[in-house]
């Protein structure tokens, strides 16, 4: 669960868990000793009751809580027109206030608090609004953990009283029974038993691979998971700094508590230093997942075996849901594929999620994952939902390709949200180059008051003559004097892409800000950042994305004919130069131009480059993360780049293997 419900980790995430102790906790799963529940796949709610109002109050953020919380009216007003998921919140709130009822007035006191005090963490579970996984029947799932007692005054939360949970579990029969008949059933408990592996196979080869891992970085049992990202990280970052420096980029990028901050790590460093500084800090996930990749690899692969052929307490045909996963595993693959040439990015993304399933016969329950405490820490077993759920969230999301579901089905999580955070104004964009009107686009967001920051994203795809570097050098140069803009490159060759891997990152966005998409009049009817909100949800729980549509700014002239008046050459020079920001020099005007002025070593070194890219994705050799939009990013400080020249083939991708029928 994520937001305030509490998160919990893969083994891999915990930096302070040391391996001694993984190494415990994987041979505790194996001997089935492990206390786990079922984690479902539904929609999160919280949930109390008015005692002075004498309804129940649903939320879904901090608004709702200070407020007291939505009635029915309210929470259907809410998800109004959103379909399958309007009826399952709607539902779901409507058969626990039939069910709470059932209460006396003690009851609900001690369970709730006089007056919404005490939130309970629940999920919808809807068939006809299923993610991924499609339970049998209607069920509102109260967990076990991620409930709080919330303070409307301070907006402080704290742990619920001794008593609470338990006095709502010994009425939940009571509550049941009044709901007999009743689309909609409360269950409180999903503990699932993981099966004792016959075999220790599985979790011997974990641990020797786990051992292999850390010799090559020269660590033991006894040293953590942070240890071993601290030491992946130091060896792979190739910036010429200071040993004790590089360390404290590492701290910043693993947000060790007590790291000095990017502005320290840049002081006084030469200007190459610092954009390798830039590059490190902009491509931070990345570089993250790179570092764990060897052990997120191997816990991967055990808990696959782990969970093989686990039976969900919500479904009673197991063999039927695996079979109707499988085949919608393969509907999505035949779709991303049959695009491919038009979309190498995602089929990139696809072979990465389909080298961890590796075949269809590795799909072996719906179970989406199994939850369990170890030491005071929540930790979860996820098996191969986490990339099947990401390619079919790649073809239900994508903008180029058809949808398995409609627009009401949408995942969610809790977002409940924890401050009043930052409002940043995102202005994606191909600039190559920027000219006047991109500028003032990034000035009017800077200008407002309510805006803490305009963040200027450069695609990574450039467009002859002008390059990535370029167009950063120009927005550099444009805003030097304007301390509330950033610049910085993007991970994909589309802006698209980019607002969805920045709205999911949550190192960039974090619980209460907001995500502001500038876009202007020409651009009103672009559709494709309707479903950022959504993705944020399921992604970066208690990020808000909201759309604003702005002037046309300097005559709306294009990129394409500014790149036409440099290729040009002198005759187009001074046009070029009327067409760039008003407050720039005449001798700025000239830097700028001179930053894109062509030259034929350009161009032969574009025509280089992009060779070596068809040629790497032809051969499949893709480093990089995971996601539904936009490429993995390809800045790997763990692989040495290629430098030779390989034949141009159309990207394909390896499908995961099926099983012979017999």
Known sequence: ????????????????????????????????????????????????????????????????????????NGLAQKFAGRGALEKAFTGGFSAFAKAVESLSDEEKERIFGPDTNIWYNAEVMDPANANVIKYDSKTLKIHNVGHFVFDRESGEKSPIPDGALETLDSTLEK????????????????????Q?????????????????????????????????????????????????????????????????????????????????????????????????????????????????????????????EVSRLKQELTNAVKEITATGEEDPQAMQILQIHLNKIKDYSQITT?????????????????????????????????????????????HSSQVITEKEGKRVALIPGGFKPPHAGHFMLAKYFANKKDVDEVLVIVSTKPRPPVT??????????????FPKIKVQSGTTPSPVGDVYELVADNSVFQDGDTALLGKSEKDADDARFERAQSYAERKNPGVKVESVVTPLFAGGVSGTEMRKLILLGEEGKQEFKANLPRHLSAEEKEEAYNVVATTNEYLNSFIDSKIEEISSMAGGSVEGGVGGFGPP??????????????????????????QRRR
């Open 196 to 320: 004792k592996l016959e075999d220790q196979k599985p979790v011997l080869d974990a641990q020797r691979k786990i051992d292999i891992a850390l010799a090559a970085e020269k660590l033991s049992d006894k040293s953590t998971v942070g240890d071993y990202v601290s030491s992946r990280l130091l060896k792979g970052i190739d910036i010429n700094l200071s040993p004790e420096t590089k360390k404290e980029l590492v701290k910043y990028l693993m947000g060790t508590p007590g790291n000095i901050g990017k502005k320290a790590l840049k002081k006084g460093k030469p200007q190459e230093i610092q954009q390798d500084i830039n590059d490190a800090v902009t491509n931070k996930r990345m570089l993250l997942k790179n570092a764990i990749e060897p052990i997120e690899g191997v816990v991967h692969d055990y808990t696959v075996e782990i969970l093989k052929g686990l039976k969900s307490i919500f479904i009673a045909d197991t063999s039927k």
């Open 1 to 72: 669960m994520g937001g305030v419900a509490g998160h919990m980790d893969h083994l891999y995430d915990n930096y302070n868990l040391t391996f001694a102790k993984m190494k415990e906790i994987m041979q505790a799963g194996a001997d089935a000793e492990l206390s786990t529940e079922e984690k479902v796949d539904g929609q999160n709610i919280f949930l109390s009751y008015s005692i002075p109002d004498g309804k129940v109050k649903a939320a879904r953020n901090k608004g709702n809580l200070r407020s007291g919380g939505m009635d029915a």
């Open 175 to 194: 509550m049941q029974q009044t709901l007999q008949g009743n689309d909609f059933s409360i269950a409180r408990d999903a503990i699932i038993q993981l």
């Open 633 to 658: 990013n390809t800045y790997n400080a763990f692989k040495k780049k290629r430098t030779t020249r390989a034949k141009i083939k159309k990207p394909t991708v390896k499908r995961a293997k099926r």
């Open 366 to 410: 719906p179970v989406e994952a199994v939850v369990f405490d170890y030491d005071g820490h929540t930790y979860k077993f996820a098996g191969n939902f986490a990339p099947l759920n990401q390619i079919l969230g790649m073809f239900k999301y994508s903008r180029g390709s058809k949808k398995l579901v409609e627009e009401s089905v949408k």
């Open 468 to 481: 990535v570097d370029m167009s950063i050098k120009l927005w550099e140069l444009y805003t030097k004097d």
